[in-house]
């Protein structure tokens, strides 16, 4: 088993910033992906971002530009600088790791086998 415990979130004006966290632990392999989806109410979860060990990239369309992911291999940590939020970026905003590595996302949350409990982020005018 793995667990994610996710940081960061919070309340931020339009066009601040927010950089979230994210530790996996337990049972993790040297070869591994982790991303980020959101989901704001009466919404479906959103692919944000995803980044493999070795560097594969993947972000959403909607956060192009705004967002950069990055990843500590040695504490297996994955960061989401978040810069220009904008209102629409609100939601709550999931970590998420699989324990292998992948030749290329697709954006899907099947890319992945654990989630965490996610982090709340309010971006307000």
């Known amino acids: 088993q793995v667990q994610l415990v996710e940081s960061g979130g919070g309340l931020v004006q339009a066009g601040g910033s927010l950089r979230l966290s994210c530790v996996a632990s337990?049972?993790?392999?040297?070869?591994?992906?982790m991303g980020w989806f959101r989901q704001a109410p009466g919404k479906e979860r959103e692919f944000v971002s995803a980044?493999?060990?070795?560097?594969?990239?993947l972000y959403g369309d909607s956060v192009k530009g705004r967002f950069t992911i990055s990843t500590d291999n040695a504490k297996i940590t994955v960061y989401l600088q978040m810069n220009s939020l904008k209102p629409e970026d609100t939601a709550v905003y999931f970590c998420?790791?699989?324990?292998?590595?992948?030749?290329?996302?697709?954006?899907?949350?099947?890319?992945?086998?654990?989630w965490g409990q996610g982090t709340q982020v309010t971006v307000t005018l």
């Open positions: 980044i493999s060990w070795n560097g594969a990239l």
């Open positions: 337990g049972r993790t392999f040297s070869s591994y992906a």
């Open positions: 998420a790791f699989r324990n292998r590595n992948i030749r290329k996302f697709t954006g899907s949350a099947l890319d992945f086998d654990y």
